[in-house]
Each structure stands twice: as C-alpha cells, then as structure tokens.
C-alpha cells in the first residue's frame, strides 16, 4: 500500500512540473426552415449534435519546455460502429438512435506526443497537420495541398515529423502511413511498399513568408510540389500558392499531371472585414475551359452590437456550365458564454434553387 501511494505521489509531482489546459464546449447546430427545391420539400425545426471531430467539445494538453501531449475528444455519434447485441449485426449510433434507443459513444482524435532533444529539432508524433496558406472564408476549401478544388486527397495526418528552427527557417520532415500502418514495408519476393513522405520548409523575412512543400505517396507514384507566398501590405494581408501535382494509377502507368493556382486577399477597416479567395485548376495534357475549374470564395462583415453581420459567397466552379453558389446573409454574436449564428441561406445547384435557415449554438466552459 505505501510503494503504491509512493508511485501516485510521485506522479502528482511529475504532473504538477507541466502546464496543464482543458478547454470544453458543445456546439448544436440547427435548421429552422429548409426548402429543397429539387425534391420540392419542406421542412422545419431540425435540431442535431454537432460535436464531431471537426468540432472537439473536449481538449485536453500538457506541457513543458521540452515534452508536450493533447487528445481530443469528440461525440462519435454516427462515425463509429455501435455493436448493439448481435455482432454479426453491427449499427452505426444513428441507426440506433432512430429506434429511440441513445447509446452515448464518446472518441479520441488527435492524439499527439511532441519532445524536443534537442533546442532546436522538436519531433511530434501521432496527428499532424502540414499545410501552405489556407483561407478564412471556409477555412479548409482554399487549402491548396489538401484542399477540395486541388483534385488531390491532401496531406497525411497521422505519423511522424521533426522539425528544425533555426532563426526564420524552418524545416521539417515527415513519415505519415496512417494509424497503424507502417511507413515501409515489404512482403516475400515483392517490391518494398514506402508510405507517404512529406518535405516542408519555410523562411520569413521582412518581405514576407516563403513556404514549399514535397509530397509523395504510394511509393513515389504520386507527387505534389507547392510553393507559397504571403505578406501584410499596410493592413491588407495578402497570399498566392501554386501547386504541381502527378498521379499514377500504377507503376506504369502514365503520370496525370495538374496545377493549380491560388490568391487570397483580405483586410480590415475600421469595424468592416472583407476577403476574396480564388483557386484555378487544370490538367496539363487537355487544358481547356471544360476541364478546368476557377473557384471563388468571398465574405463581408460589419461589427456591429458585439457581433457581426455578414455576408457569404461560395462558388467551386465560376466557369462552369451550369452555376451553383451558396449566398449567405446572417448574424454571428455572443450572448455570454454562448455564441450563436443565425443565417438565410440561398443555394443554387444543377439549376434548382434551395433556402435555408441555418443556426449555430456554441457553448464554451
């Protein structure tokens, strides 16, 4: 009994050495009113949880100078197999949810582990995240290495990485299978098998940030190289990527080459914010109007009462033949501890048009 209250006592004094942060919240999302102009339908009132693991309702992290950790947890509702009695009949939680039963399923994501051996070489294993610019009208879209107008599937998040800080460069090397998935392998008289390998660098300077990513997959068959740009130029904060990328559906089999071009711009005066995002991509072999696409994310906001009404504009395709858009106009505030958005939504797809009024309520603790 004493060796054991030795141990946890020890423990408490190692804990107590790091700087430990938890953060928690919840977020529900819902739609108040909802015309599907393809089907013809309507509807009202939808309420749903939206605390997946976009959206962690629990973080928790520990750190020091030289060792670090976070896990997130998040609602798995509808993302994890649920065994609910007979295991050969296995149900997600939204399929047994819809029979009146709430299993409560919670999961991790994001597990991560980083150490420095080193003042300036920091390693950090289990999720990573390795991108050029990204803009902040959808956060995700304008993501040139990874985002959706690219063609390409993105950068690894799970593996390993170390990076090295020298003044204003950066470098940083990483291996990125997957979760449970070695890196290399190779099986009896076959070729060896080599994981995702990513390559990043970046330098920062009075003219700006330089950044340049190399990423390969599936044993070098598919290759990306990106390189970026960006700056604040007297309030207005400004950035360009352009990426070339080849695929192979097998070893030989010819490359299908891309590129793809972006810009970003985005400032702030007095209580109006305003940024524009375009994104071009196109083959290189048939490079025409049909195969190529010209996407165009745009936002304006006005501070006003704590908070800010806006307005939205999302197109992944201006040139396309036939146009689709969503147009948002809404409200995001506070009100305490709680943050809310309330918008109209209008969007246009395939020729028919849809309205929704869409609600967002978050709750920090």
Known sequence: ???????????????????????????????????????????AFKLWNENTKDDKPFIFSVSDERVGATIKIFDACGDTKYINGDVDKPETVKQISAKGQLPSIM????????????????????SQDIALNKEHVTWWKGNITGGKMTGWDGIGE????????VDAFTFAVALLAGDDT???????????????????????????KI?????????????KIAAGYSNNFDGVEIFADAMFASKKANKDADPVNSIAIDFDARTTIDAIGLEAYFNWASPLKDMKKDNMRVA??????????GGSAFVKFENDNLIAEKFGADIT???????????YE??????????KVNFGVPCYFRVGF
Request: aromatic letters at 14%; a negative charge; glycine letters at 8%.
């Open 182 to 208: 070695p890196w290399m392998s190779k099986a009896k008289d076959a070729d060896a098998a080599i994981g995702e390998t990513t390559i990043y660098a970046a330098y920062a300077a009075d003219f700006g």
């Open 107 to 126: 999961s991790a994501h994001a597990y991560n582990i980083w150490f420095k051996p080193f003042d300036a070489v920091r390693v950090d294993l289990g």
């Open 158 to 165: 799970w593996g390993y990485k170390a990076t090295v800080n």
């Open 1 to 43: 009994m004493k060796k054991i209250v030795g141990i946890m006592a020890a423990a408490a004094v190692a804990v107590s050495a790091f700087a430990v942060d938890f953060s928690a919240g919840m977020q529900l999302k819902a739609n108040l009113f909802e015309y599907n102009g393809a089907e013809e339908s309507v509807s």
């Open 342 to 351: 309330v918008a109209a939504l209008i969007s246009v797809a395939n020729e």
């Open 329 to 339: 106009i809404g409200y995001d505030g506070n009100l305490g501890p709680m943050s």
């Open 211 to 223: 950044g340049f990513i190399f990423d390969a997959k599936d044993t070098f068959k598919n290759l």
């Open 296 to 305: 165009c994310y745009a936002k304006g906001s006005y501070a006003i009462n």
